[in-house]
Each structure stands twice: as C-alpha cells, then as structure tokens.
Nanobody, 127 residues
C-alpha cells in the first residue's frame, strides 16, 4: 500500500506561483509513475502532469504546458508540481496519484493507470 499526502495549496493571485508537494509512505515511489490531476468545481477530474519512475520522462496537459513543472525526489519519496503564471482557470482541487511504471508511456495521462490517490490540496487563483 502507498499513502499519499498533498500539501502546498493555497490562495494566490493570477500570475503567481505555487509549489505542490506529494509525500508518500508505505513503499518507495521509485518504481511508480506519478501523476497530478485536478478537479475544478462542477467539472470532471482532469490530467495535469505525470512523471516516470526514474524522472526521465514527463508529460503535461496542453492547458498547463510551459507553466507547470513536475519533478520527483525519490530519496525523499516526494513528488512536486511547480506551478507558475497561474490563471483563475487553474483553480481546482489537486490530487497526486501513483501507478505502475510499466503503464506510464501508454496511460500516464489517464486515471485508469493510477492505483493510489491522495486526498487533494486546494489551489485557488484570484483574478
């Protein structure tokens, strides 16, 4: 079992930055693909970013590409999402998730890959 806890959310003005963290316990994350997803009020949860187990490969939704950066520190069992140039439409509950590395390249941007999910951290961007 993997337990995931997100932190770092908050209220920020448009154009600002935040860094989300996802700390894992229970197992080493080094063999897991990690993803960040988000869910805005009244909308379905959507993919934001993912990173392979070794951190070599990353993928991003078009809506965040160039503004968000996903990274991981396997020694600390933690994954990060650096968010810059934030927009009001980035307002959402952000979740991190862990899934088998073997599925990363085919399904890294799909919820179906991920077996373990955190509770989420709220990000609110004011205009």
């Amino acid at each position: 079992q993997v337990q995931l806890v997100e932190s770092g959310g908050g209220l920020v003005q448009a154009g600002g930055s935040l860094r989300l963290s996802c700390a894992a316990s229970g197992r080493s994350l080094s063999t897991y693909a990690m993803g960040w997803f988000r869910q805005a009020p009244g909308k379905e949860r959507e993919f934001a970013a993912a990173v392979s187990g070794g951190g070599v490969s990353t993928m991003y939704a078009d809506s965040v590409k160039g503004r968000f950066t996903i990274s991981r520190d396997n020694a600390k069992n933690t994954v990060y999402l650096q968010m810059s140039s934030l927009k009001p439409e980035d307002t959402a509950l952000y979740y991190c998730a862990a899934g088998p590395e073997t599925g990363y390249y085919s399904r890294g941007n799909r919820e179906t890959l991920y077996d373990y999910w955190g509770q989420g951290t709220q990000v609110t961007v004011s205009s």
